[in-house]
Every structure is written in C-alpha cells, then in structure tokens.
C-alpha cells in the first residue's frame, strides 16, 4: 500500500476530526501532497494541498477551518479539520502528486451530523 489514510469517523457539527496519510518511502520526486473529498452524488474535489516547497491552497468551502500540514520525517500529510459542518461529509482521499505519476489513497469516510 503506496498511501494508507487513516482518521475518519462520525462527529458532530462543529466539531473536529485529523486525518492521516501516510506515504510509501518508494514514491520519490513528490510535487505535491492533498487531500480531496467526494460526497454522494458529487463528482471528487480538491480539499487541500501542499506543495513540496511547503505552499498550501485550500477549497474556498473549508478555508480557515481545514489545515494541512505534513511531517517529513514521519513520510505523513494530515488535514485537521476544524468547526465541521454536515456538508463536510465524504469520502476523503490522500494524493500524492510525483514527477511520474498520481497516486491515491484508498479513501476514509467522514460523516459529520447535524
């Protein structure tokens, strides 16, 4: 397993969830590392992403609420997800961007009740 995510559950609105990816030491030349969600009925979308250079860019929907970060040491990104709304609920899934190709995690479910 290239990514292997992990964090996801049920929580309430307004509350907070951190979701791990961690990345295979095989995938090299890494541009950058997101985050992307899919909700049923909805085509997936970016959430956040980090560059290697360590720039992020969030989704207007979570800006402010959501932070990605990432420890290089560890070879893991995270999202911390802050203030969740019901609207949040999806299936989220790690990405790795290389110079050679996409890689996806295999997806972690949030579902946040109203």
């Known amino acids: 397993v290239q990514l292997q995510a992990s964090g996801g559950g049920l929580v309430q609105a307004g509350g907070s969830l951190r979701l791990s990816c961690a990345v295979s030491?095989?995938?090299?030349?890494?541009?950058?590392k997101g985050w992307y969600r899919q909700a049923p009925g909805k085509q997936r979308e970016l959430v956040a992403i980090i560059t290697s250079g360590g720039s992020t860019n969030y989704a207007d929907s979570v800006r402010g609420r959501f932070a990605i970060s990432r420890d290089n040491a560890k070879n893991t990104v995270y999202l911390q997800m802050n203030n969740l709304k019901p609207e949040d609920t999806a299936v989220y899934y790690c990405?790795?961007?290389?110079?050679?190709?996409?890689?996806w995690g295999q997806g972690t479910l949030v579902t946040v009740s109203s």
């Open positions: 030491s095989s995938i090299f030349n890494i541009n950058a």
């Open positions: 990405n790795v961007d290389s110079a050679t190709r996409t890689y």
